[in-house]
């Protein structure tokens, strides 16, 4: 089976470890994954106490560093082009590419927005939870600045999508009014069934998928019930069966946020994916299981792509 996951924190957890790619004791581990292909998103997280230069050269090492762990591991093939992902599956390999998340990795200077697309980065997740210099996040007042404008502008140029995962209300819709190509969320649920401000609510969710989005299903206890205690794989499914009622069948995704984020505990890494799939399939049929669980993605970045 083949799974396509759109956000993990394996790379910056794995650098403080001195880990790899496999057998690293994290939640996403390749060797967990036994005979089953993945391609992975590795985000790069920038803190919201980095700011400037800072925040900056904390990227270059991490990115160094796991760029070397990619080179170095067996049976992984780094993309530029994520939709290529169906190749490296069917040469039996695992693929990747590279993500940031947090904004305050430009250092306010518009530039680097180039940088990033040279170092293989494809989505840049606006803000976490704080402000920064493009808007606020979902613990911060305050939308999209202009710095933000510009930076959006020039990530649509430089092939970057916008990630609106941890953004506030009003930064949201200011992303929306100024995008001129489509925004995924990687890693959120549904409001409406976890009122917590890092999930969508219906309208947002609805806004992504009219302009030819994706959004991925978180699965942090947090985001999937609000006594996270008792949160499980069939909390997904309820996220997941609300969205295709609100006709996400080509918008959902799974973006598991692996290495940033307590599990279920009958999800607690990456080797319970299959069974993961299994309780999709049983639930909606193998079409739509399919789609959410690789298919649409790989749509999207080839729609995306093309354009």
Request: with cysteine; glycine share 10%.
């Given at each position: 089976m083949n799974f396509f996951d759109l956000h993990c924190d394996t790379?910056?957890?794995?650098?403080?470890?001195?880990?790899?790619?496999?057998?690293?004791?994290?939640?996403?581990?390749?060797?967990?994954?036994?005979?089953?292909?993945?391609?992975?998103?590795?985000?790069?997280?920038?803190?919201?106490?980095?700011?400037?230069?800072?925040?900056?050269?904390?990227?270059?090492?991490?990115?160094?560093?796991?760029?070397?762990?990619?080179?170095?591991?067996?049976?992984?093939?780094?993309?530029?082009?994520?939709?290529d992902a169906k190749e490296s599956w069917q040469d039996g390999k695992n693929a990747c590419f590279f993500a940031v998340e947090g904004g305050a990795v430009l250092a306010g200077e518009a530039e680097k927005v180039s940088d990033l697309a040279k170092c293989g980065v494809r989505m840049l997740t606006l803000t976490w939870n704080g402000e920064n210099e493009l808007a606020g996040g979902v613990v911060a007042a305050g939308g999209l600045k202009p710095f933000g404008r510009e930076a959006l502008r020039r990530m649509e140029d430089n092939n970057i999508i916008a990630d609106v995962s941890h953004l506030n209300d009003e930064s949201f819709w200011d992303v929306i009014k100024a995008a001129g190509r489509p925004v995924i969320a990687t890693h959120s649920n549904s409001r409406l069934l976890c009122n917590v401000p890092r999930n969508l609510t219906d309208d947002q969710?609805?806004?992504?998928?009219?302009?030819?989005?994706?959004?991925?299903l978180n699965f942090y206890t947090g985001f999937l019930r609000e006594d996270r205690e008792h949160a499980c794989m069939e909390d997904i499914l309820r996220h997941a069966e609300h969205f295709l009622n609100l006709g996400g069948e080509d918008v959902l995704a799974l973006g598991s946020d692996f290495d940033g984020a307590a599990?279920?505990?009958?999800?607690?890494?990456?080797?319970?994916?299959?069974?993961?799939?299994?309780?999709?399939?049983?639930?909606?049929?193998?079409?739509?299981?399919?789609?959410?669980?690789?298919?649409?993605?790989?749509?999207?970045?080839r729609r995306y792509d093309t354009k």
């Open positions: 790379a910056t957890v794995a650098i403080k470890k001195g880990a790899g790619l496999s057998r690293n004791g994290l939640q996403l581990d390749l060797a967990k994954l036994g005979e089953h292909r993945l391609c992975q998103s590795y985000a790069v997280f920038i803190p919201d106490h980095l700011r400037g230069d800072a925040a900056w050269q904390y990227f270059v090492r991490c990115h160094a560093y796991w760029q070397g762990q990619i080179a170095a591991a067996d049976g992984m093939t780094l993309l530029q082009y994520p939709t969710f609805g806004c992504i998928a009219e302009r030819g989005g994706l959004v991925g599990m279920p505990d009958d999800l607690p890494d990456c080797g319970a994916l299959p069974m993961l799939y299994s309780r999709l399939t049983d639930a909606f049929g193998l079409t739509i299981s399919e789609k959410i669980c690789y298919k649409n993605s790989l749509d999207f970045w």
